[in-house]
C-alpha cells in the first residue's frame, strides 16, 4: 500500500477496550478507558494538502466477541450511515435515527472542526484528533468530511473534491485488535494514516479527493529514516515490494521517516526532478528501527 504522511496533527489513533465480564449474579460493570485517535500522513508532492473535517466518530460495541474480521465484514458502511452519535449532522440530511445497531454505538470523538494541512504531519510526525473515555471494543472510525478541501502548489491554491460520494462525504476505518494500542496506564490510542499519494489525484484539470485512510500497527511496526540530498532535486523516497508501497517527502534538512511497513526485502527509490538521476537501491530490513546511509542525486 503506498503511504503519504498525514499531517503531523492527524496521524491516526484507534482504542481497543474490552469490556469485563463475569458470572456473578450482580451484573459487571464495564471497565472505562480514555481512547485517543492520532491521525499522520504519508507525503505527495504538493505544498499543501488542507483536508476539510467535520466530525470524527467511534463506534463501540459492548456485545459481540465474535471474530473481528467477521463482524467487521457484516458491519457496513451502509448499514451505518443512517446513525449518528448525539449531536452530530450527518451529511444525507436525514434525522439519525438512533446512535446504534447490532454491531455497537456511534460516539463523538471531542475533535475541533476545520481544515488541517495534513502535510504537516510527515516524517513520522502525529496529531492528536482528540480523545473520549469508553468502555467497550473500538470497532470502527467514521471521519466526516467537509466541503471546503484544497490543495496547494507552485503558490496557487486548488479546490479538492470528492471523487467518490457514495459513502456521503463519510470515511469509514475498520478497528482491529492489531491496530489497537494499549499504553502502560491503562489508557489505549489508534494511530491513523492518510495516504495522500493514493488519495489525491490530478485528473488534467482538477484535484479529486478519493480519501484512504488506514490504521498502523500497534508496535507502529516498522520505522525506516535516513537523508536524501540535494534539496534543489525536491527529492521523494518510496520504499515498496511485492506487497507494501509507502512514500516519504524530506524536509528541508534532507530527513525523512517512513513507519508502518512489515519486516522483508524492499527496494528504495530516491526520485528528483528531471535535472537528477533516480537511484534505486536493495535493503533487507530485519529489524523495527533501520537508518539508510545518506543518498545523494546526482545532476544529468
Same mark, same amino acid.
Given at each position: ?6 499531517? *503531523?496533527?492527524? =496521524? ?53 466477541? *465474535?471474530?473481528? &474480521?467477521?463482524? &467487521? ?9 443512517? !446513525? ?12 439519525? =435515527? ?45 471521519? =466526516? ?11 496557487? #491554491? ?25 499504553? @502502560? ?35 507502529? #511496526? !516498522? ?38 511497513? @512489515? ?25 523495527? @528501527? ?11
Amino acid at each position: 500500500m503506498q503511504k503519504t504522511s498525514f499531517l *503531523a496533527v492527524i =496521524a491516526g489513533v484507534l482504542f481497543f477496550i474490552s469490556c469485563n465480564k463475569n458470572h456473578d449474579p450482580a451484573p459487571a460493570v464495564p471497565v472505562t478507558y480514555l481512547l485517543s485517535v492520532y491521525l499522520s500522513d504519508n507525503p505527495t508532492r504538493l505544498e499543501e494538502v488542507n483536508i476539510d473535517i467535520h466530525s470524527v466518530e467511534i463506534k463501540i460495541d459492548t456485545t459481540h466477541e *465474535a471474530d473481528e &474480521a467477521q463482524i &467487521a465484514l457484516l458491519d457496513t458502511p451502509a448499514n451505518n450511515d443512517s !446513525l449518528g452519535a448525539p449531536g452530530v449532522t450527518l451529511w444525507h440530511g436525514g434525522i439519525p =435515527a438512533g446512535n446504534h445497531n447490532q454491531f455497537g454505538r456511534w460516539v463523538t470523538l471531542g475533535f475541533q472542526p476545520g481544515t488541517y494541512d495534513i502535510l504537516q504531519l510527515r516524517n513520522g510526525l502525529d496529531m492528536l484528533l482528540g480523545a473520549v473515555p469508553i468502555s467497550g471494543t473500538v470497532r470502527k472510525i467514521r471521519i =466526516a468530511l467537509g466541503d471546503g478541501s484544497y490543495v496547494k502548489t507552485n503558490g496557487t #491554491s486548488f479546490p479538492l473534491t470528492l471523487l467518490d460520494d457514495s459513502t456521503n462525504r463519510h470515511v469509514y476505518i475498520d478497528v482491529l485488535q492489531e491496530s489497537r494500542v494499549i499504553n @502502560s496506564d491503562g489508557s489505549m490510542a489508534v494511530y491513523l494514516d492518510f495516504d495522500l499519494g493514493r488519495s489525491v489525484k490530478y485528473n488534467g484539470d482538477a484535484y479529486r479527493l478519493f480519501p484512504y485512510i488506514r490504521t498502523l500497527p500497534a508496535d507502529r #511496526s !516498522l520505522e525506516i529514516d535516513g537523508h536524501a540530498f540535494p534539496k534543489e532535486a525536491s527529492v521523494a523516497v518510496s520504499v515498496y515490494n511485492n506487497e507494501d508501497t509507502a512514500t516519504a517527502i524530506p524536509d528541508n534538512s534532507g530527513y525523512f521517516k517512513i513507519r508502518g511497513l @512489515s519486516l522483508g526485502r524492499y527496494s528504495v527509490r530516491y526520485h528528483g526532478t528531471e535535472n537528477y538521476n533516480d537511484t534505486t537501491t536493495v535493503f533487507d530490513i530485519n529489524q523495527n @528501527s533501520i537508518t539508510l546511509p545518506p543518498m545523494t542525486l546526482r545532476e544529468k
